[in-house]
């Protein structure tokens, strides 16, 4: 899958403001749909790569799951944990389609979290 060279740009600039933006949060992935990174930050050692793999697994099964309960288009799936959560989100930017991946420890408010994964979608939604 291509991905447009501003759409990388724009993912590359996003990552870090996530990273930054929220207490709690330890890694920002940006991926395409089949699991191959676009863009990368963390605070802790991650792979990248096998957290792209990953991301877009869920995201994948997140749509199946909406799309048999009827209940619209997938906007965010949650992985919650004893020491954290993930959250995974699809972008769809015309052709262009993505997987925003945020892992969080303990610390993060999710609400937070969420809010600001929203505003990295509708950014790399954005024309």
């Known amino acids: 899958m291509r991905i447009p060279h501003e759409?990388?740009?724009?993912?590359?600039?996003?990552?870090?403001?996530?990273?930054?933006?929220?207490?709690?949060?330890?890694?920002?992935?940006?991926?395409?749909p089949d699991?191959?990174?676009?863009?990368?930050?963390?605070?802790?050692?991650?792979?990248?790569?096998?957290?792209?793999?990953?991301?877009?697994?869920?995201?994948?099964i997140g749509a199946?799951?909406?799309?048999?309960?009827?209940?619209?288009?997938?906007?965010?799936?949650?992985v919650a944990t004893d020491k954290g959560f993930a959250l995974v989100s699809p972008v769809r930017n015309g052709e262009t389609e993505l997987v925003v991946n945020v892992i969080a420890d303990a610390n993060a408010v999710l609400a937070q979290v969420m809010y600001r994964s929203a505003a990295c979608v509708r950014l790399l939604e954005a024309p």
Do not use: W, Y
């Not at 990174?37 to 994948?60: D, G, K, L, N, W």
């Not at 199946?64 to 949650?78: D, H, K, P």
């Open 35 to 60: 699991g191959f990174e676009i863009a990368s930050a963390s605070q802790r050692h991650f792979e990248p790569a096998r957290i792209a793999a990953m991301a877009s697994s869920i995201c994948a």
């Open 64 to 78: 199946v799951v909406s799309q048999e309960a009827r209940l619209g288009r997938c906007t965010c799936i949650t």
């Open 7 to 32: 759409i990388k740009l724009r993912a590359a600039a996003e990552v870090l403001r996530v990273l930054e933006d929220v207490n709690g949060i330890a890694s920002v992935v940006i991926a395409t």
